[in-house]
């Protein structure tokens, strides 16, 4: 084993790992924020709205991470640029990197495998429970911040995250369209010093090491959270 | 993108046949990694609840390891370190390098990561089978095997089914990741139809499409098996957590 490369690439790596962890906490941030409405339309919602978001979930759900994130960079970036007048927009910058596809394209994904996960748990909260508080006098929208959605959180916690390691584990993938996060680091550590196993076993061995704290992290929290009472 | 339907016309210089094809492959490695997973997963299952403290560190070792680390990560390290394994192996026995099957190479690294969480999986339903059964099956003389096989394998079925069916379907989208490492699946075969003829968007598209068909079949066709192997107790919720991946 040859690790001289090591203090030469020390710092891309450490951009590497910040470019993971930034997509990390968006893509979840995002992906949780669309996945509270997907969840509740399916149980509360109009049917038309319902069956959007099944169909959004069985999509996502049902297709690699893969296909979609090169469909939305290479399928969607190579129409972008025939729109006319795009070019001159404002939004052009962000439309040429291939940052902003990656965070769409995991947001997406957390959003449609969350949106799974918050549709059971909002369907699992006690009837009773959302009917008291009405008859507290709650309006609809205070129900769901101060009943619905807290119950249904405490409820799905643990596999919360569970997502959230899958997320991480998804970042990866960002590679292939030229992203530099950890992982890409790593692929261009191998392909600079045609050293094949060293930089994949470093990268490895901090994925562990992430997927170690955020379980960790976790579990702090999810020991915080009054125990759901059993039904 | 409308006008260029004429890209998916099975015979060339349209791409439809070769993307057919690539579903095929695409089945074809998932069943192979899904049936070296189960395999794995059986003995490591076995191994996790009846082995000694030595066998049960390693594989707790295995299960936890393999599951904490991204699959494209996964699959570039076992390929190429099989790869060289296989091929020092050849050297020792004196006969010449070999260049392995693309498609025998994705089966066994997916196979080896299935089989983490098919361990999982399928000890999780080992031991939702309730004691008494297995304290019976020894008490009418029957050995370790003959109640694994008899007493053990039938009756945790129902457990199991859940987080085996969610394997399947993960497995069936993590072929994907073998267009890293080049292969003849279907993600491998839609990048090259898309970039040799720059339709990016209808190919990705159309890729899209037959892996949900896949996915879809394979829903339809596991609730069917479900049906069949109702749970008798309601505590089948377990494996909920043990799978994973995109």
Redesign the interface.
Known sequence: MVWDWLPVYFEQLLGGLWVTLQLVVICAGFGMAAAIPIGLVQVTGPKWLANIALGFC??I????????L??IY??????FPSIPGIRESVFWPYLRAAYPYAVFAFSL?VAG?VGEVMRGAFAGVPKGELEAAHAMGMGPFTVLRRVWLPRALQNVF??LA?EL??T??????A??ITIQEL?GV?TQIRQDTYR??EP??L??GI??VL??IIVLVMRYFENRIPRPASV | ?WDSLHLLAFSPPGWGGVLLKGLFVTVFVALGAYGVGLLIGFAGAVGKIHGGPVLRTILEIYTT?IR???????I??LF??GQ?LINSIMDGLGSGRVDINPIAAGIGVLGFVQGAYTTEVIRAAMLAVPKGQVEAAFAYGMSRGKMLWRIMVPSMIPFAIPGLANLW?IVT?????L??VGSSEL?TV??QA?GST?N??LF??A??VL??ML??VS?YLIRKLERRYRPVSRTSKLN??TA???
């Not at chain 2, 904490?68 to 996964?74: D, G, K, M, R």
């Not at chain 2, 989208?173 to 990741?177: F, R």
């Open positions: 069985t999509v759900r049902g297709t690699p991470l893969l296909i979609q090169w469909l290479y399928g969607l970036g190579s129409v994904s495998y643990p596999t569970g390691v899958l991480l584990k998804a970042t990866p993938l590679a292939t992982f790593g094949v196993y994949l076993l990268i490895a994925y562990i997927t170690g | 993108m390891l904490a680390v991204p699959e494209l990560v996964l570039l390290l190429y370190s060289s379907l989208k993590d072929t994907a990741l267009a890293v993600a839609t990048r898309a720059r990016y968007l990705f598209i890729a899209a892996y949900l996915s879809l829903t909920a957590q994973g991946g995109r």
